[in-house]
């Protein structure tokens, strides 16, 4: 099962890690897209970091899980 409304921090995503599958996360990646598209490089770096961040919130609510 995987869910994925509203999902905008590490927390969140962890919160959602711990009950389902999958944590999805579309409109605040696509808002970090949004809001560097003037400066392409920046828009990547931000995003690789946002991704990880999230990542890393999922990661620790499944450590022992």
């Known amino acids: ?6 999902i905008n921090t ?7 890690a711990k009950l ?3 944590a999805v996360v579309g ?3 696509v808002k ?3 809001d560097n598209l003037k400066q392409p490089a ?3 770096a931000k ?4 991704i990880a961040e ?11 899980a």
């Open 1 to 6: 099962v995987a869910v994925g409304f509203g």
């Open 10 to 16: 590490p927390a969140q995503a962890a919160a959602v």
């Open 54 to 64: 999230l990542a890393a919130g999922v990661r620790s609510a499944r450590v022992g």
């Open 27 to 29: 409109t605040a990646v």
């Open 32 to 34: 970090v897209i949004a």
């Open 47 to 50: 995003t690789h970091k946002f």
């Open 42 to 44: 920046e828009a990547v």
């Open 20 to 22: 389902a599958d999958a």
